[in-house]
C-alpha cells in the first residue's frame, strides 16, 4: 500500500514570499502521478497541480511548480508570490494508475495561512 | 454547467438511524469516488465505482454501503453500524479510474447525535 506524508501541519508566510510545501510518499511501483489539492475554507477541493512519474520534467502551473525527486520520493510544491487567497488547506496525493484503480492516496495535509 | 453536486451541505440525524448522501454529476464521467475527510486527516477512500452496477470497497468501508444504478449517480448510505459517522463527505468524479484528474463535489458535514 502507499503512504504519503506530509510532514509541516501548518506554515505561515507573509504576502508575496515564497513558499514550499513538503510531500513524501512510498511505494513500489514505477508508474504512477501525484497531486497537489487546495482546500480553501469553502471545502471544496481545487486541483493545483499534476506530475507523472513518468516525466522527468517538473510541472509548473503559473505561480505554483514543483520539485519532483523520484529516487528520493519527494514531490514539493513551491508557491510563489503568495497571494492572500493561497490560504487553505495543502494536501499532496498519490495514485497508481495501474494498481486496481483505488483512488487517491492523500496525506493529513498542510494548513497554510498568508499573512497580510 | 457542468459538475458535481452534493446535497444537502448539512445533514444532522440520530445515532441509530441510517442515512443517505446523493451525489450526482453531469460530466458524463464513467468513474466515481466516496472519500471521508476528519479534522487533522487527509481524505480516505470509503468505496468507488468504475462503471454503472460496479463497486469496489475502498480503505475505509466498513459501516457504508453504495449503489451505482446510473452513470450520473452514486448516493453513498451512512448505515447504523458505522460506528462514528460524523465527518465531512466528498464524491467525487473522473473520466475513468486510471490516469486522470478527479473532480470533486461541494461536500456534505454530516452530524450524528
Known amino acids: 500500500a502507499q503512504t504519503v506524508t506530509q510532514s509541516q501541519p501548518e506554515m505561515s508566510v507573509q504576502e508575496a514570499e515564497t513558499v514550499t510545501l513538503s510531500c513524501t510518499y512510498d511505494t513500489s511501483e514505477n508508474n504512477y502521478y501525484l497531486f497537489w489539492y487546495k482546500q480553501p475554507p469553502s471545502r471544496q477541493m481545487i486541483l493545483v497541480i499534476r506530475q507523472e512519474a513518468y516525466k522527468q520534467q517538473n510541472a509548473t502551473e503559473n505561480r505554483f511548480s514543483v520539485n519532483f525527486q523520484k529516487a528520493a520520493k519527494s514531490f514539493s510544491l513551491k508557491i510563489s508570490d503568495s497571494q492572500l487567497g493561497d490560504t487553505a488547506m495543502y494536501f499532496c496525493a498519490f495514485m497508481n494508475p495501474g494498481g486496481g484503480a483505488d483512488g487517491l492516496t492523500f496525506g493529513k495535509g498542510t494548513h497554510l495561512i498568508i499573512q497580510p | 454547467d457542468g459538475g458535481i453536486t452534493q446535497s444537502p451541505k448539512y445533514l444532522f440525524r440520530k445515532e441509530g438511524q441510517n442515512v443517505t448522501l446523493s451525489c450526482e454529476q453531469n460530466l458524463n464521467h464513467d468513474a466515481m469516488y466516496w472519500y471521508r475527510q476528519d479534522p487533522g486527516q487527509g481524505l480516505r477512500l470509503i468505496y468507488y465505482s468504475q462503471i454503472v452496477n460496479d463497486f469496489q470497497k475502498g480503505d475505509i468501508a466498513e459501516g457504508y454501503s453504495v449503489s451505482r444504478e446510473k452513470k450520473e449517480s452514486f448516493p453513498l448510505t451512512v448505515t447504523s453500524a458505522q460506528k462514528n459517522p460524523t465527518a465531512f463527505y466528498l464524491c467525487?468524479?473522473?473520466?475513468?479510474?486510471?490516469?486522470?484528474?478527479?473532480?470533486f463535489g461541494p461536500g456534505t458535514r454530516l452530524t450524528v447525535t
Open positions: 467525487a468524479s473522473s473520466i475513468r479510474t486510471t490516469v486522470s484528474q478527479q473532480y
